[in-house]
């Protein structure tokens, strides 16, 4: 069980273009998903938690108006880059919490490779 | 401040045992965690501890805290090949859901 989804897997887009990221967790609810940056061989850094029904938290340096978030459902997130350009090049990484039990534990989905040329 | 260190690279030949290690900053965490990423995947949950505990042993996982000196520990008895992958250690922070992970440790085991 808990299990998420991403998609793409891998995603090429030409500069300037927008491009979008699904995160959906299968087989449970999650009010609370949070969307990470991992650069090459460097630690995952969190972007901005993502709440069902209200505007996501950005995290300090992160600009809103550039990576859109959307949290529509208690089974799906996005992630919108807009106006990608090189350096948004990343791997995009995203969590749903599962709020059962303390510690509430995040699970992750495979990750998005978004390479802008 | 919220700040999370590992050591890079780790080499271990099979079937010996795997210490990772991390240190952290943030006295105020709750919960502390190790994941194992391998190659362009997401993370897998491999076990935590809570802060007021100082050991936690999960099959052939042993994980020490030091609170006091704020390090953490992931030993892995037995390494076998399949454990070659990055690991990282993370915080979660009091009265949050935001977990701050370390800079991750690349575990290579050769036979």
């Known amino acids: 069980g808990a299990v998420v989804s991403q998609h793409p897997s891998r995603v090429i887009c030409k500069s300037g273009t927008s491009v979008k990221i699904e995160c959906r967790s299968l087989d449970f609810q999650a009010t609370t998903m949070f969307w990470y940056r991992q650069f090459p061989k460097k630690s995952l850094m969190l972007m901005a938690t993502?709440?069902?029904?209200?505007?996501?938290?950005?995290e300090q340096g992160v600009e809103k108006d550039k990576f859109l978030i959307n949290h529509a459902s208690l089974t799906l997130s996005t992630l919108t880059v807009t106006s990608a350009h090189p350096e948004d090049s990343s791997f995009y990484i995203c969590?749903?919490?599962?709020?059962?039990?303390?510690?509430?534990?995040?699970?992750f989905g495979p990750g998005t490779r978004l390479t802008v040329t | 401040g919220e700040d999370v260190e590992q050591s890079l690279f780790l080499s271990v030949r099979e079937g010996d045992s795997s210490v990772i290690n991390c240190t952290y900053t943030d006295s105020s965490s709750t919960y502390l965690y190790w994941y194992k990423q391998e190659p362009g995947a997401g993370l897998q949950l491999l076990t935590y501890?809570?802060?007021?505990?100082d050991m936690k042993q999960d099959q052939r996982l042993t994980v020490l805290l030091n609170k006091k000196d704020k390090h953490l520990s992931l030993r892995i008895a037995d390494t076998q090949t399949g454990d070659s992958a990055i690991y990282f250690c993370a915080e979660s922070m009091y009265n949050t859901d935001k977990l701050i992970f370390g800079t991750g440790t690349r575990l290579q085991v050769f036979p």
């Open positions: 501890i809570f802060s007021n505990m």
């Open positions: 969590s749903a919490q599962l709020a059962a039990t303390l510690p509430y534990e995040q699970y």
């Open positions: 993502s709440n069902e029904g209200s505007k996501a938290t950005y």
